[in-house]
């Protein structure tokens, strides 16, 4: 672990900004923070969405290395967004490690960054853009106005780095395992025969200085995706380009369903990745500990309940996923699926529940498919699993 990313982590509460509490926020407070940013930072309009948001990028520092970042890319993937939020507030502040970190930086690199890049979709808490696409298939054909402002913004700059910054499903796995994927990573190829061209391998080196970092920290939890070559993703498309693409993606992290410990992670390293980029210090690591990542794997849901009862007479392992819902409010409503009912012996339960001794109530059921936002089993008469117990776990 670095020093610099030590005393990020150490002293993170200390420019985390407090204002952004959810993943789910409006675009009045982001406007307001925007506003308050623009004093420190240029801040310039290069385009709108197809509904008319204003999509931003905000730059900063005088040096000659190119970095470009965006995020909500997807719009339901926020939480890249809130670590950028504090970065912005830690340059935008005079204290000791804002002054360690601005003066090896800013006349070394040029940050661009594109928040929000997919505002329609943030504000549906979706994660297409207004027309239903994904701009992450639509880096060939562009058929989204959004996919061609981002595509001209970058060879415009034509950046020496780039970060592709992502959600992923929370429900990955490292590999076939029982561990929950905190943080995957990805160092893009351009290429059917994944190439590792200089970029790439610019983009592999800053993944295993990420790796190194986060290791500690979270053990067992970080992984890989698999580097098929994508034509219509960004990433792969920027990587043949010769942007050496970096793609960070954050998991779950059990009940943290808005993810703090992850923006946490998210801040940390992508200031130590823009230092180890500003004095070339990412040129000293190999790529051999990032390629033996485990994959992404999907071998985890939210809760398992082995052999819970299905009738007076018969039992089966039933698998329950977490379901959001945007609100029209602004808030995001919880509800459980059944996504399987059956023998669920390759799954892992974050949560993992020994049915044998639970009974169905006279009004309850189990049904494939069904959404839930209670259900009630019996021991000896007296409820001996709620689903709504684990609901108030998220929103405590």
């Not at 200390?14 to 406007?31: D, P």
């Not at 623009?38 to 310039?44: L, P």
């Not at 040096?63 to 830690?90: K, N, P, V, Y």
């Not at 994944?194 to 391998?201: K, Q």
Request: with cysteine; charged share 25%; hydrophobic share 35%.
């Amino acid at each position: 672990m670095s020093l610099l990313f030590a005393k990020a982590f150490e002293q993170y509460d200390t420019f985390r900004e407090n204002r952004l509490t959810k993943r789910r926020f409006s675009a009045e407070l982001w406007q307001e923070l925007m506003a308050e940013w623009s004093t420190n930072f240029a801040v310039r309009t290069i385009g709108k969405t197809q509904e008319g948001r204003p999509i931003q990028e905000i730059s900063w520092g005088e040096g000659r290395i190119e970095i470009i970042a965006w995020s909500q890319m997807h719009g339901d993937e926020a939480t890249a967004t809130l670590a950028l939020a504090d970065i912005f507030r830690l340059l935008s502040s005079s204290g000791e490690l804002a002054q360690e970190i601005k003066q090896k930086l800013h006349q070394k690199i040029t940050l661009r960054i594109i928040p929000r890049l997919n505002a329609d979709g943030a504000e549906r808490w979706q994660r297409e853009t207004a027309l239903g696409i994904d701009m992450n298939r639509d880096a060939t054909k562009q058929n989204s106005i959004e996919a061609r402002i981002l595509s001209a913004w970058a060879d415009e700059i034509k950046p020496a780095f780039a970060f592709n910054l992502h959600d992923q499903n929370r429900l990955y796995s490292v590999g076939n395992s029982p561990e929950q994927t905190h943080i995957a990573f990805l160092a893009t190829t351009g290429d059917e025969d994944g190439t590792w061209t200089p970029s790439r391998l610019r983009a592999g080196q800053i993944c295993q200085r990420m790796l190194h970092q986060i290791q500690p920290i979270i053990p067992g939890k970080i992984a890989k995706w698999t580097d098929e070559y994508e034509s219509r993703a960004f990433g792969d498309t920027f990587s043949s380009r010769g942007y050496g693409l970096v793609l960070l993606e954050s998991g779950g992290a059990g009940w943290d369903l808005e993810k703090h410990s992850l923006r946490k992670l998210n801040a940390c390293l992508l200031l130590d990745a823009f230092c180890a980029i500003a004095d070339g210090s990412y040129s000293e690591e190999s790529i051999e500990e990032y390629e033996a990542l485990p994959t992404n794997e999907r071998a985890i849901v939210d809760i398992k309940i082995k052999d819970a009862p299905l009738s007076s007479t018969v039992r089966a392992d039933v698998l329950f996923n977490l379901v959001e819902t945007p609100m029209t409010d602004g808030r995001i409503h919880y509800s459980w699926l059944v996504e399987n009912i059956g023998d669920m012996s390759p799954f892992y339960g974050l949560t993992e529940i020994d049915g044998k001794n639970l009974h169905l109530s006279p009004d309850s059921s189990i049904t494939l498919g069904e959404n839930y936002t209670e259900l009630i089993l019996l021991k000896d008469g007296k409820p001996g699993f709620k689903l709504s117990d684990y609901t108030h776990k998220i929103q405590s």
